[in-house]
Structures are given as structure tokens and as C-alpha cells.
């Protein structure tokens, strides 16, 4: 969909920049925007701004300060405003994605239990997903990091109500 929102419209800019390869070019353009949105900016724009940067992290630590902001900014995002976005958007199908970054992040931490909390989180909320190939991967990308935890720690549980 084609917004007349300025700021995503750049932000989309970074991310094809990203898609094509060109992490630098991307992380540049999205620092640009963040400072010129960040703080106290719309929580839509900080949210996937945040999300999509993160994965541009080259150090574990960098990238989990950026997913806890999109997750931060995402509890101020309402369904409206992300509908003015895409109409079938809801925030709630954010949350399995967020969550799981979290969970990965956590993981490459080696804290094991922020990474079983996040999973857990990210199931409670993949009701949200459609039945498509985005939360397709969302729910596949789930299990390859719940199964990676159990064989770490299989009397630990995963969060699916399993050990």
C-alpha cells in the first residue's frame, strides 16, 4: 500500500535499501530518521523503525536495545493508528514478531530464561497471525528456537506447556 505518511515512506525507503543488501546505506537512513522522530514521536513510526533496525545490529547488545524499543513503542500504537498505515493491520499481530526478537536476542545472551519468557509471550499472541506465509514463518521461526532451548535445557520448559 502506498501511504501518504512521509516518515514511513522514508522508513520504507531504508528497508528496501536493507532488503537490496545495503546495510550501511540502511542503518545511515534509518539514524537519520529516528533523530528526527525519536522521542516523542509517533509510537507507529518508532515501533517499525526500531524493529528493522535491530536486525541491522552488528553486536548482540546493540540489537537488543533496538527491539526492546519497538517493543516499548508498540504498547503506545492503537489499532486506528496502524490502520491509517495498512487497514488490516491490528498491533496485536506485532507481538509474536517482537516478542520473538526478544526471545532470539535473549538467546545469543545466553539468558535463557528473557528467552523463555519472550517465546512464551510471542506464542500467547499467535492468535494474531493469519494463516499466511509471513505467520507461517512467525510460527515456524518460533518452534526452531523453542526446540533449540529444549535441547539446551530439556527440563527447563519452552513456554508451550512441554518440558
Known amino acids: 500500500m502506498t501511504t501518504e505518511d512521509k516518515t514511513m515512506q522514508h522508513i520504507e525507503e531504508a528497508m528496501r535499501m ?5 546495510l550501511d546505506g540502511a542503518r545511515q537512513r534509518f ?3 529516528w ?4 522521542p516523542d514521536g509517533d509510537p507507529f513510526h518508532r515501533c517499525v523503525l526500531a ?5 541491522l545490529q552488528p553486536d548482540p547488545r546493540s540489537e537488543l536495545a533496538w527491539d526492546l524499543r519497538a517493543l516499548d513503542a508498540a504498547a503506545s500504537v492503537t489499532d486506528d493508528r496502524a490502520k491509517q498505515h495498512d487497514s488490516s493491520l491490528a498491533i496485536r ?14 538467546h ?7 528467552a523463555r519468557t519472550h517465546l512464551a ?3 500467547e499472541h499467535l492468535d494474531a497471525l493469519d494463516d499466511d506465509a509471513y505467520g507461517h514463518g512467525i510460527r515456524s521461526a518460533i518452534e526452531r528456537l ?4 529444549a535441547e539446551e535445557d530439556p527440563a527447563t520448559p519452552t513456554g508451550d506447556g512441554t518440558a
Not at 533523530?35 to 525519536?38: A, F, G, L, Y
Open 18 to 22: 536493507q532488503h537490496a543488501g545495503d
Open 31 to 33: 539514524t537519520e530518521i
Open 35 to 38: 533523530e528526527e522522530i525519536s
Open 51 to 55: 524493529h528493522y533496525m535491530a536486525d
Open 93 to 106: 499481530g506485532f507481538y509474536p514478531s517482537l516478542h520473538l526478537n526478544l526471545a532470539a536476542d535473549f
Open 108 to 114: 545469543r545472551l545466553r539468558d535463557t530464561a528473557q
Open 121 to 123: 509471550q510471542a506464542r
Open 146 to 149: 523453542a526446540s533449540r532451548l
